[in-house]
């Protein structure tokens, strides 16, 4: 049964749920790390744009139509915040042209699911790989340089699903190096500053282009 929500207060949590998807200013990366991949890890770090423009686009069109309707159920609005943080990832993906485009509902059902980032996924796999675009050759659908480039996936979702289910720390092999980290943290056990120093910066700044963290989901059940 859709639970039952007084008229003003579906209105305030609507104005709510649509003010909290102003984008912040997006920062760049003044220096990357030289190496075999550095000069595509540079345009994806310091490429000053960003798909706001069709993104806003598309809040507008969700906008319009949460006006029209505002007698939506809680998990109604969660569905919208889902999609609308897909077209986000896709979009960016987009702008860059990778294959993982498309991809975007399925790392933000992964990434609810392990209470990650929902722009982590994304952001990880275009510092590794480009979006895809320049995938591990010794594995097969590894786009996040899982496992050092030696695990093979049956498919990109299933890559999607082991990063993040390991990343939210719910593999008992490897909860110790993820289980209850900030996203820095994750970062961090994922590839260490020692071996990479400018790694959690760089994909912090990949996923502040992608979009808002909260986008909205915090605002919906306040």
Known sequence: MAEHIPPLMKNTKLIRFVESFILLPITT???????????GTL??????WA???VFSQKLNSAYDALALNNNQSGEALMEKVRESKAESIDAYFGSHSVPLEGMGMKMVLEAEKNELDWRLLPAIAMRESTGGKFACKRA??????WGSCKINFKSTEEAIETVARNLGGNNPKTARHYDDKTTLQILHAYNPPSIVPRYASQVLSIMDKIG?????????TA
Do not use: C, R
């Open 51 to 53: 798909p706001q423009t």
């Open 212 to 220: 808002d963290e909260n986008l909205g989901a915090k605002n919906i």
């Open 43 to 48: 345009n994806i770090v310091q490429d000053s």
């Open 140 to 145: 097969t659908h590894n786009p996040f340089g």
């Open 29 to 39: 990366m003044s220096t990357v790390p030289l190496g075999p991949i550095a000069q």
